[in-house]
């Protein structure tokens, strides 16, 4: 509905859904701009949707990643070399240099794009609430959060968290990260090098001291959906635990972030041997080396983003934040099933929350607008269901969702190369 309120976005799309959201680390974004969501309270799953506004996926379309003024992992994005058509459609979402040859330069702006995305999407949830459909859910909360548009919809008694993200996709790999695949990695032999390097992103987000109207940020969240199939359940269930225990002890003041935990994990796959991460019994030895080599990073302000070693996410850091985030991460390993407790015990708590709540609306409710009729009691929630169990049944696998925009009540599904 976006793409045809001003026929901005491309008519054919691929969007990238990624379970767990922005918050969770799934893809490298700034957090300090996002309002704070409780699990529980404000909802129940959480997702990141990447949207494509801009689609560069045909080799011999002209592209300017214009690096010269931006950090590393960063780029300006000119539309200089594109045709009239795209340079005009998108003229009000571009900041303008003038040259003193007299030529005029358009930098794609993160910041302008986000702002007319939030107001497209805006317009949009109006109509939709003015006419509800058949199998719509209900808009519960629409929020703009810096670049990153949040959403919370009501799905029978479930309440999904979208974090709707306006990206630039490319097809192949930027040159940048070459030197990155000349190297040995974990999952050399699991998944061939072209499902790795299939595409990448350019992100709203800018570096520590760039500037934010013009700067975005490279992200390769497609090929760490595919290294996710690599990596070890033992591992990733470690992982989870890690994220639970440290990232709300660490976020304030703003310095570590659970996609730097993310990439700490992707370097140990590639130092550690492969056997030894294949064990189930060890979960406890990850934990403390999790700990560790985050421990590590931050006495050291050194963690190379994965894809770009070259990179250090954590330069910027100051030594008084350092050491004061050292010092709760020392008490953290001193016990750290004490803090696994804790961490187990709030997300046991939003859970009985969430449960509480959906019992308070099972009894509560009366048929909304947007429900298909029949017994209130029982909301149509079967699609985040289906979903949520899918995902469950299918890990590592690449699971799509096709639906009709004029009846949602009927999804297809496709896992991997099967439909059904």
Known sequence: MVQKLDQKLPVANEYL???????????????DELNVYA???DYDMDF?????????HDRNQPVTLDM???????SWLSLRLFDEGTISKWKDCCTIVDHINGATNYFFSPTKVADWFYDSISIVLSEIQKKPQRGMPKVEKVEKNGTIISIILGVGSSRMLYDI??????KGWPAVAQSWLMENHFWDGKITEEEVISGFYLVPACSYKGKKDNEWRLSFARSEVQLKKCISSSLMQTYQACKAIIIK?????KAISPYHLRSMMLWACDRLPANYLAQEDYAAHFLLGLIDDLQHCLVNKMCPNYFIPQCNMLEHLS?????????KLSSVRSDPAEHLRTAIEHVKAANRLTLELQRRGSTTSIPSPQSDGGDPNQPDDRLAKKLQQLVTENPGKSISVFINPDDVTR???RIDDKFF
Not at 23 to 29: A, N, S, T
Not at 165 to 170: G, I, T
Not at 319 to 327: F, K
């Open 249 to 253: 002890l660490l976020s304030r003041p």
């Open 48 to 56: 990141t949707l990447l949207v494509p506004a801009l689609k560069l």
């Open 411 to 413: 999804p297809h599904f």
């Open 319 to 327: 030594e008084e934040t350092v050491m004061l985030h050292a010092r």
């Open 39 to 41: 699990r529980g309270t």
């Open 17 to 31: 859904l990624l379970s767990g959201g922005v918050r969770e680390g799934v893809v490298d974004l700034d957090l």
């Open 165 to 170: 993200v306006p990206v630039v996709s490319f």
């Open 68 to 74: 010269r003024h931006s950090a590393l992992c960063h």
